[in-house]
């Protein structure tokens, strides 16, 4: 197969023209970056706010331009708008505590995102809500921990934060030298969520862009010290937190999470390819809420059915990492800040996420290969 390179995609590129003045992409200043890894392609488009609607033909045109390319396996191109630095100066979270609408700044487009010390880190994703992917999550980091990692635990919903219930957090993080922020530690793990900062009651009204900057700056601007995993409990769907993280930092693959029935496995499948069309390796699939068991006579229902996410994995060609039943005692321990790993860890639910959290550091662990390399982004 033909090797893509940069220089090829952005000549490919060179053939579309801005509709507004007929100058070619390439030269117009919308190309914000481009990035190549085997064979696919993700080329990010920065436009006007103004006129964003109405390019939606020339996004699709440079999709279509960069696919003829030989050897291009997938090409994604998405646009990108940012007020000016003027208008909205970035703001630490841990210099100035949280920022809420025109205070927020901006996410900042470009290079990688960095995270000194932490070996490996790991996106828990899931197409759609209400599959238990948070539950799986802080399970997945608990477990982790317990086979002996160095786990790390970030809660990436910014609209719809867990963590803070989950882990039963309510202090607030501490700055460390008024530029970063002190992970708050609970049950062996080092966390951070935007719940930590903003009360629980408060929407945050934030648009694609501030979203993004605030995940940058609790991967940037968190002291996580040296961590074997850090696992990232990602929103449902695959929207500006997902490809800020796919794109920005150096994944070492993603976990995705479905229960059983066919329209969750419809939206899982949509997860697992966006992360296939940036290039990050996909860990493997959970099947959550597998059966549900009686807490009183333990007889088993499989009320959403059962082994649909297996029969997926398999024909999708990703590893299978286990299935979780449905049981009371998961989901009590969770709304009661005391995760079933945690509260529970001689219990067989318990051990159900420890064998995931053993697959998932096998395939992380193998050959010493540390993290993934970084898509590279190429910035003009």
């Not at 006579?297 to 029969?311: D, K, L, M, Q």
């Amino acid at each position: 197969m033909a090797e893509v390179t940069e220089a090829a995609v952005r000549q490919a590129l060179a053939g579309v023209r801005d509709p507004a003045n007929g100058t070619a992409v390439t030269d117009s200043g919308l190309i914000d970056g481009i990035a190549v890894r085997a064979g696919h392609v993700a080329v990010t488009l920065k436009v006007d706010p103004a006129r964003g609607p109405s390019l939606e033909p020339l996004r699709l045109a440079c999709e279509q331009a960069v696919r003829t390319l030989p050897g291009v396996l997938s090409a994604t191109a998405v646009m990108t708008a940012e007020r000016p630095a003027a208008a909205a100066p970035a703001r630490s979270p841990a210099a100035h505590g949280h920022a809420h609408g025109p205070q927020a700044a901006a996410a900042p487009g470009g290079g990688r995102i960095e995270v000194p010390g932490v070996k490996h880190i790991v996106a828990v994703a899931s197409g759609k809500g209400g599959v238990g992917k948070s539950t799986t999550a802080v399970n997945l980091a608990l477990g982790l921990a317990a086979n002996g990692c160095r786990a790390g635990l970030l809660d990436a919903d910014i609209y719809g934060p867990s963590m803070p219930r989950m882990l039963g957090v309510k202090d607030k993080p501490e700055s460390i030298d008024g530029k970063k922020l002190k992970p708050i530690e609970r049950y062996g793990l080092r966390t951070m969520s935007i719940g930590y900062i903003v009360a629980e009651d408060t929407p945050m009204i934030w648009r694609g862009p501030m979203v993004s900057s605030a995940l940058e700056q609790m991967l940037r601007d968190v002291e996580w010290g040296d961590l074997d995993v850090l696992v990232v409990d990602m929103p449902p769907g695959t929207g500006d937190a997902q490809l800020t993280l796919a794109q920005r930092v150096a994944l070492a693959g993603a976990v995705i999470v479905s229960t059983p029935q066919d329209i969750a496995l419809v939206d899982a499948r949509k997860g697992l390819n966006m992360f296939r069309k940036v290039a990050v390796p996909v860990l493997g699939i959970v099947e959550n809420m597998s059966y549900f068991l009686c807490p009183k006579c333990g007889e088993r229902s499989e009320i959403f059915g059962h082994g649909g996410a297996r029969e997926e994995a398999e024909k999708l060609g990703v590893p299978f990492l286990g299935e979780v039943p449905l049981h009371l005692d998961i989901r009590v321990t969770s709304d009661g800040g005391h995760p079933i790993v945690a509260a529970k860890p001689e219990s067989s639910h318990a051990q159900a996420y420890r064998n995931v959290a053993g697959r998932v550091w096998k395939q992380l662990s193998g050959g010493d290969r540390g993290p993934r390399a970084a898509p590279r982004i190429v910035v003009r």
